[in-house]
């Protein structure tokens, strides 16, 4: 029997729990669904990620009303993904700010990515026509932005750490309290989406650099918040494992003239005992596979994923 497309039979509703992790540092989880935060300033807010739309916005911003009223003064968004940014505009943000990349995406297949993501997982688009259109960065940078918070609440980086999940990812770091928000450069106890990665500049020197941050609570893209600089290291670590794995599966059956099917069983094979039962194994895998082949077929810069390149991925390795 077929697997069911993607997350598409994943319609079950998700239990969120809002993590105060520092003071005035809030991560709002769901159980392998995209993870979302916020930092206070002395007199505003920097809110970290987006959600799929405005709507699924507002359910968090009423979580985090509870806690806070201050203004949204800044959305920060990780990447470019339809997940994470088409419900912007419930924040009524003064200022989003991206990577100078993530600009370069939305402008290339910010609709693509939009289509495709609803395919994928129409649980998480509550009311889609409530999305305005696409969401764009009013600042971008190319290497670190420093966000001063005032008063005695120090200060936020803003980080690029190299291409990663995609060629703009950016995290979020407190170093007064020690709290990263790593958005898809690391899942914690969730499988990973690699369908617009760098798989060997990830595994290697991203990976680093966001180990040297020294983290002691660390909010991943899914999976709950990490507590303790070992819990932390662990989690940065069985990200980098899973993209070796993938890179050692998927190389050997490409070196041997293999097909891209046969690599998708072989890294299925290795990875399902330890990640098979976490969230979005299976949804994410085929389309891993399908990225991680055309590096090694030499294609740099990802293809674009539409509705329809998702089908016919998803028939020839999961079908």
Not at 31 to 50: H, M, R
Not at 84 to 109: P, Y
Not at 271 to 277: D, H, Q, R, T
Request: charged share 25%; aromatic share 10%.
């Amino acid at each position: 029997m077929a697997k069911p497309f993607a997350s598409s039979a994943d319609l079950g509703d998700k239990t969120e729990t809002l993590d105060v992790v520092a003071d005035g540092v809030y991560a709002l989880t769901a159980e392998g669904d995209p993870n979302v935060g916020a930092i206070e300033g002395e007199d505003f807010l920097v809110a970290f990620e987006a959600r799929a739309t405005p709507v699924a916005a507002r359910g968090w911003l009423d979580r985090l009303r509870e806690h806070t009223d201050k203004p949204v003064r800044y959305l920060v968004l990780s990447h470019y993904h339809a997940v994470r940014v088409l419900g912007a505009s419930a924040f009524d943000a003064d200022v989003i700010v991206t990577h100078d990349n993530t600009r370069k995406l939305i402008a290339e297949r910010g609709q693509q990515d939009w289509d495709s993501e609803f395919g994928r997982m129409p649980r998480l688009f509550r009311e889609p026509a409530s999305v305005p259109g696409l969401t764009w960065p009013d600042v971008t940078f190319g290497d670190s932005m420093t966000i001063q918070l005032g008063g005695d609440r120090g200060e936020l980086v803003l980080q690029y750490c190299g291409r990663g999940h995609t060629a703009g990812d950016i995290v979020a770091w407190l170093p007064r309290s020690k709290v990263l928000f790593a958005g898809d450069l690391v899942e914690a106890e969730a499988a990973l989406y690699t369908g617009d990665a760098f798989h060997t500049d990830w595994s290697t020197g991203t990976l680093d650099r966001v180990k040297e941050f020294g983290a002691e609570v660390l909010i991943g893209g899914r999976g709950g918040v990490t507590r303790g600089r070992a819990a932390v290291d662990a989690a940065i670590e069985q990200t980098r494992s899973f993209l070796l794995v993938m890179r050692e599966k998927v190389g050997e059956v490409h070196r041997r003239g293999g097909t891209v099917k046969e690599a998708f069983e072989a890294t299925h094979a290795a990875l399902a005992p330890k990640f098979g039962a976490w969230p979005i194994f299976e949804h994410c895998l085929p389309f891993d596979v399908q990225r991680l082949w055309d590096e090694f077929d030499g294609v740099d810069w990802p293809r674009i994923w539409t509705a329809e390149r998702d089908r016919e991925v998803w028939d020839v390795l999961q079908g």
